[in-house]
């Protein structure tokens, strides 16, 4: 009897590829979770009301630092689109930030970065291609919920310009992670080298404008320069890598649904180191956040549709020298050396009603496959 074979996805590979896709989510979690240590570090270590100084800091020796492991600079069209990325992603995107959390009350600013996700999804349908679930836009609604509930607090008048600026800021974060997962990197290519590319053209970026607002970079003690040490480093060089990684390996929706965890990270960090309180409202928006940031490392649901079994056109029997005609076999004269007998079997004895010659059900191979003997 013929056996044919189909190309199916075996249960342990299909565990490993889970395991390893867990794996990359956990490790890219941990670029947000650093990034939530940010306020804390500056506000009680490094000198005050200099923003883009602490963005400057952030940015040039980190990625001057991955350029100097990597020893590879951009080529060709990558010149560009690492000045393009880096923009988006630390040069136009630290500043608003920054500007941002100076001008708006309550944990304003994170609310807003806080529905990243949701301009996530909303571009990933013109630049990658992917249409919009209503799975993602409510985990989206639901995150940014949950952090307002973390973070927002009751205070005065809306400031224009803070508001833009969130906006803006997040707008600016959100399409430099959809074209960093549509661009890819170049062949032979790893993050570390795309990561200290676009933190160096961001870093440029920046330089000219701290030095023009802000003037000489400020006197630091050995608390601040232990904090920069650490911003340049953990919070950043290894953030970002941890961050360009898993945009390659994940989806861009995947990625952005772990933004959450910053705002989040942030509260308690503050409520451990800084003394300060957690309200059961606020830990009812950790849950929904947390929720909704799980839910966001869900595979998109895909239905697999059954190939329809193919059916041969009965051809008219071809007459023998005794008057009597024989049907040839639909698969091919001479398959299996039989052809088709009078029940309508076939060499592997499977007839039209698609049981065997002996009444047991016959499963009809997937589309492509090749019987082999």
Not at 230 to 235: D, K, P
């Amino acid at each position: 009897m013929g056996r044919s074979l189909t190309s199916a996805t075996s249960p342990t590979s299909a565990g490993s590829a889970r395991s390893a896709t867990s794996t990359t989510a956990l490790l890219t979690a941990l670029a947000p979770i650093s990034w939530g240590t940010t306020y804390a570090v500056t506000t009680e270590l490094l000198p005050p009301d200099r923003p883009l100084f602490v963005a400057l800091v952030r940015a040039l020796p980190a990625g001057l630092l991955l350029l100097a492991l990597a020893r590879v600079l951009p080529r060709g069209a990558w010149w560009w689109r690492s000045a393009v990325l880096g923009a988006l992603n630390i040069g136009v995107f630290f500043p608003l930030l920054f500007l941002s959390a100076y001008r708006l009350p309550g944990g304003l600013a994170a609310v807003v970065g806080s529905v990243g996700p949701l301009f996530v999804v909303g571009l990933s349908a013109p630049l990658l291609g992917q249409r919009p679930s209503a799975r993602s836009v409510l985990t989206g609604v639901v995150a940014a919920f949950g952090v307002s509930l973390v973070v927002l607090r009751a205070a005065g008048a809306l400031d224009p310009v803070g508001v833009l600026a969130a906006l803006a800021s997040t707008a600016s974060m959100s399409t430099g992670t959809v074209l960093t997962k549509k661009w890819g990197r170049p062949a032979g290519v790893g993050p570390l080298a795309l990561t200290g590319w676009q933190l160096t053209a961001g870093g440029l970026l920046i330089a000219p404008l701290a030095l023009l607002v802000e003037g000489p970079p400020p006197a630091l003690d050995a608390g601040a320069v232990g904090g920069c040490l650490y911003l340049a480093l953990a919070n950043t060089a290894v953030a970002y890598w941890l961050w360009f990684r898993g945009i390659g390996r994940l989806t861009a929706t995947q990625v952005t649904f772990l933004g959450p965890l910053s705002p989040l990270t942030a509260a308690v960090v503050g409520w451990a180191a800084l003394g300060q309180t957690l309200t059961p409202l606020q830990l009812t928006g950790m849950a929904l956040a947390l929720g909704a940031t799980m839910a966001g490392q869900l595979a998109p649901r895909t239905t697999a549709r059954q190939p329809a079994p193919r059916t041969t056109a009965r051809q008219p029997a071809p007459r023998t020298a005794g008057g009597r005609g024989r049907r040839p076999n639909p698969t091919g004269p001479g398959r299996h050396g039989d052809p088709v007998n009078g029940t309508g079997t076939d060499g592997s004895g499977v007839n039209e009603t698609g049981t065997d010659a002996t009444g047991a059900p016959h499963l009809t191979p997937a589309a492509g496959a090749r019987p082999t003997p």
